[in-house]
């Protein structure tokens, strides 16, 4: 007896061991990321950049998200409704949810939040959130009283929005990471979100787990780092990383390999050249940009782009999606388009006494080459620089007469692109701007009537062709590349949610 006895206890002890081993390898797991660029902030009140967005999506939780079928799901509120005529939403806030501080999320937190933002100096060019808060009741009051008096904080749980006028796409808009509630802790932002955001360096983060979340997350930790694409192939193999987000064409090769799994989504990005439009400039000329679209669209196939920098399928004019609403016939995109040629000789004309000065990163510079094959005389400011200094240019000096840019892509209702190209747009610059596109843009937001959004939003279409903010390139999916040995995914198909790292967990977990 005194032997079973004994053997039971050494059984037991054995099982605790393999339990509390089984339990501290749980949490040492750490999922190793790599990103192709520097997401520069990552605040709500300054985000301007996909990269940012994505890896916010893990710390700061917003209203609601974009869900896996592309409807609008629950997040820091359980529930909603909207009026009819699309003015006033009001949310039930999930007060469960924490900061990972421990304090209790409420209805309030959700205006200080948006207000504080309004004080802060932007990073883009205008206040990242005032796509949305422009259109909300007393915004214009805002310097002079301190508070937007259409954000009604009715008590802890409730949290209404009053609109000065019906906003259609208003619930998709406050979805966005820059919209999310936080808390300021000295000089930290903290949110209620699954992860805590801990920043070695501007190429560097650790995420570490929320204690207070209840959201299940497969990996307690999550290292990223900023791994450029022709560096991601050989870090994967290596075991370097074992993800690699937004990843491009050129990454494709990877799933190849037997130990590698390609996941991909929705397109996520829209390929453009921006051409700087702002008065005085050589492209304030609405004929020099109509000649400048012509001599893209007349001669380029996807063989002269590098196949790094390729669109998924096609070059593509269009903003908006093939079935979105707002997509034009091939035949009339092409007609306008042509209307360029007329125009080209005199605006390579201008360049030889105005040269255009282009910047543009080292992986986009096929396009100076491509401009200078096509007659157009380049400055001799023309530079190659790294992509904090084109985001700073974009946003804020508007030095360049043109510049590649990636621009995020809101599919679904056409209302998406105003982020874009919007006077108030979130990701917007004074260089895109064209008073034709952005009064159509504003017209767009108060439609209720769906039959009226594809015709209206096809006007936008043909405006932005004839006024060319940028030539638009193509679209870019999302993708991801795992070790199908070391991670898995909960998901076949990646969205704007993605970057969400709850949605992987070590193999055999």
Same mark, same amino acid.
């Given at each position: ?61 917003? =209203? ?24 006033? +939403?009001? +949310? ?66 409730? =949290? ?13 808009? =406050? ?83 037997? +130990? ?57 004019? #269009?903003?908006?999606?093939?079935? #979105? ?70 946003? #804020?000096? !508007? ?72 030539? !638009?390139?193509?679209? =870019? ?8 040995? #070391? ?23």
């Amino acid at each position: 007896m005194k032997k079973l006895v004994v053997l039971i206890m050494i059984l037991a002890t054995v099982g605790i061991s393999y339990l509390a081993l089984n339990q501290k390898e749980s949490e040492e797991r750490v999922l190793r990321v790599g990103y192709p660029g520097e997401w520069n902030d990552l605040i709500p009140t300054l985000q301007h950049t996909a990269y940012a967005d994505a890896l916010m999506h893990n710390q700061f939780e917003p =209203l609601v998200v974009l869900g896996e079928s592309g409807t609008i799901t629950e997040m820091a509120a359980k529930s909603w409704s909207i009026s009819k005529d699309k003015k006033e +939403f009001t +949310f039930d806030i999930d007060t469960t949810k924490k900061f990972s501080n421990g304090v209790s999320l409420t209805a309030k937190h959700f205006k200080d939040s948006w207000e504080y933002s309004l004080t802060v100096t932007p990073k883009s060019a205008k206040n990242s959130l005032l796509d949305v808060l422009y259109k909300i009741e007393g915004i214009e009051d805002f310097k002079k009283n301190g508070e937007i008096t259409g954000l009604k904080v009715l008590d802890d749980k409730t =949290l209404k929005i009053v609109f000065k006028e019906s906003f259609r796409m208003g619930l998709s808009h =406050l979805g966005g990471t820059r919209m999310a509630a936080f808390v300021k802790d000295g000089d930290k932002y903290l949110g209620t979100g699954p992860y805590v955001i801990n920043e070695i360096s501007k190429t560097e983060l650790l995420l570490t787990k929320n204690k207070y979340s209840t959201t299940p997350a497969g990996f307690p930790k999550v290292s990223v780092k900023v791994i450029p694409f022709e560096q991601s192939r050989e870090a994967l193999k290596n075991g370097d990383i074992d993800l690699y987000a937004f990843a491009e064409v050129a990454q494709v090769k990877s799933c190849e390999d037997s +130990f590698m799994k390609c996941v991909s989504g929705a397109e996520n990005r829209h390929m453009t050249l921006v051409l700087n439009g702002k008065k005085g400039r050589l492209l304030s000329n609405p004929n020099h940009r109509k000649a400048f679209q012509y001599l893209f669209f007349e001669g380029l196939s996807l063989k002269d782009i590098p196949e790094k920098d390729r669109v998924k399928s096609q070059i593509d004019p #269009q903003i908006f999606l093939p079935m #979105q609403a707002g997509h034009l016939p091939v035949e009339k995109v092409n007609e306008i388009v042509a209307e360029g040629k007329k125009h080209v000789d005199a605006f390579i004309k201008a360049t030889q006494s105005q040269p255009l000065y282009f910047a543009h990163t080292k992986g986009t510079r096929w396009y100076r080459d491509y401009l200078s094959e096509k007659g157009i005389v380049l400055s001799k400011k023309t530079e190659e620089v790294k992509g904090r200094r084109l985001l700073e240019m974009y946003y #804020q000096t !508007h030095e360049p007469d043109a510049l590649p840019m990636y621009l995020s892509v809101f599919s679904g209702d056409p209302d998406g692109i105003y982020h874009a190209i919007g006077l108030n747009g979130a990701i917007s610059s004074p260089m895109l701007h064209r008073n034709k596109v952005t009064a159509l843009l504003e017209e767009g937001r108060k439609i209720l009537d769906f039959k009226d959004v594809g015709p209206h939003y096809q006007k936008v279409t043909k405006s932005v062709l004839e006024e060319v903010p940028f030539i !638009h390139m193509g679209f =870019l999916k999302d993708m991801v590349i795992l070790r199908k040995d #070391q991670v898995e995914i909960d998901r076949k198909y990646v969205g704007r949610e993605g970057g969400r790292f709850t949605a992987y967990r070590p193999v055999g977990m």
